[in-house]
């Protein structure tokens, strides 16, 4: 059985991987509202959308650092799409610092976006999903966070961070019928890994957002590698002993 999902916010759908995801929702008919902070960028993929003439696209300019600014936000959205059945955060952000580089601002936007901004938006979905006993979260982690790596801390940090709070939501919401989903992709062709100068087995976005879509329809709580052979990248790269690792430019 294959879910299908006809009411959607997707956090970060300005570009890149959640602008995927909410063409893709809206080709199979879902009424989709885009969420993040470039109009014109939003009103672009809207317009996608709508020339494509399947589904509906509703525009939401907001910053997620902007907590209070959040739970008003989604009632209005939910109302807006008459219920909700798939939320997917996929707001994000990258610094990588240079090699002398401490910079505590970057690094506290990165987890200002990552992790608070999904607790934000997440803790909203998942008190509303709860009530109702039904419905999806997708969160856009990353294999980046699977290690702390010397090359990007702040971003490591930030998606170990959402790692394990999707894995605590999931933990209090699949035994109301919730399903949590937690996707860490590899290389995405995208502006976030544009600047980045070795990316083995890049995939491009509408390929990372169809895969995503398939692990979230497919049901159930997975966490789950996009594509799956970073599984085993994953598991080679967390058994490097700490003394090791931190000699490699990871
Ligand atoms: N590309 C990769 O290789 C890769 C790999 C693993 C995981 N990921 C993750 O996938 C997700 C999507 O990234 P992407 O590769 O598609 O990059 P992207 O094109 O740069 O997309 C990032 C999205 O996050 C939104 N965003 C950033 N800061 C925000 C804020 N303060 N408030 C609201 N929205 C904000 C952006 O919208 P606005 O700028 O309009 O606000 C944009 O829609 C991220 O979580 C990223 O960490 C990417």
Redesign the pocket.
Known sequence: MSLRFQRAIV??????????IARQLAADGASVAL?????A??EAVAGTIRTAGKGTAFVA??????YDTAPPLFEKLVADLGGLDLIV??????FVPAESEYDFAKDR?MV???VI?AMSWLNLAGAHFEAQRAGTIVG?????GERGRRTMPG?TT??AG?TTWLEALRNRLTRYGVNVVT???????????QH?VK?PM?IP?PK?AQLILATARAGGSPSAF?PGQWALVALIVRSIPSFLFRKLDL
Not at 61 to 66: E, S
């Open positions: 956090v970060g759908a300005s570009s890149g991987i959640g602008a995927e969420v993040g902070r470039r109009a960028e939003l300019v907001h910053d997620v650092t902007q955060y996929a707001a994000g952000n990258l936007a200002e976006v990552q901004g856009i982690s990353s294999i980046a971003y930030a998606k959402l996707v860490k992709p590899g290389f995405v062709d995208t502006a976030m890994t980045l990316k890049m976005a990372a996009i």
